[in-house]
């Protein structure tokens, strides 16, 4: 097994916007076709800068189908537990991961990094995080990486016995990276942001695992640009999804 990959560690999460149909002015020839039928199409190539009030009213009122006719597809990279996380957002949401059955996969872990808060204090439904000392930072290194390190060098070694690679990945851990396309609209997109980031502006509290908190923030990042204005309405009306 000379040819072995070796296992390497990330304590980061990438997003890209690979493909993306979205625009304020989306918003807002769904909403007028309410009052103006045909004649809405007209406003297809307005600036959405002179409409942003009725942006404003939509989510302030809770009119929210006017916020899915748009599109936006990420590919993101992040630890397989963030993603049987992120698969509970259904309505809105379509996805295609890579597969442990059709191709090896390769040793790529998380590790959290010095600033990942290690340590739960208080009880269920009322627990905060709170900064680890030097020491447990440094058992959680020593530790996952020998996990890490000896999981993968078993899934190998089945591999080189001719075990199908869908039996052979039972062995990896859920540390390991994956990768994904993630496919949503605006408002799909404000709900999942609305939950799975924790800002002291939100109307209802959210209390986030941190790595996927880390891939919302980027996705919202790359939104906020294509439509700035929804962005501004879903931020001043206490990220609440319409």
């Not at 149909?21 to 309410?34: I, M």
């Not at 190539?45 to 009122?61: E, F, K, T």
């Amino acid at each position: 097994m000379s040819d072995e990959p070796v296992p390497t560690f990330r304590s980061d999460v990438t997003v890209e916007l690979v493909r993306s149909a979205a625009t304020d002015t989306d918003v807002l020839w769904a909403a007028r076709v309410s009052t103006k039928g045909e004649q809405s199409l007209e406003t297809i190539g307005q600036d959405p800068a002179r409409s942003a009030g009725l942006i404003n009213y939509l989510m302030r009122d809770r009119h929210g189908t006017p916020f899915e006719h748009n599109s936006m597809t990420f590919f993101i990279s992040a630890p397989i537990f963030v993603f049987r996380e992120f698969h509970r957002h259904r309505s809105g949401w379509s996805y295609n991961e890579e597969s442990g059955r059709y191709r090896e996969l390769q040793p790529v872990f998380y590790l959290p990094g010095a600033d990942r808060r290690l340590v739960q204090q208080g009880k269920p439904g009322r627990y905060e995080f709170v900064e680890g000392t030097a020491e447990q930072q440094k058992v959680v290194s020593e530790a996952m990486e020998a996990s890490y390190r000896a999981s993968y060098q078993a899934y190998r070694e089945m591999l080189e016995a001719g075990v199908a690679r869908e039996v052979a990945r039972a062995v990896l851990p859920v540390g390991l990276f994956s990768s994904m396309y993630a496919t949503c609209n605006a408002r799909s997109l404000m709900h999942f942001l609305s939950l799975r980031t924790k800002r002291d502006n939100a109307t209802v509290p959210s209390f986030p695992q941190r790595e996927i908190e880390m891939v919302a923030e980027q996705m919202e990042e790359q939104w906020a640009r294509l439509m700035p204005l929804t962005h501004a309405a879903f931020e001043e009306h206490g990220r609440v999804a319409p």
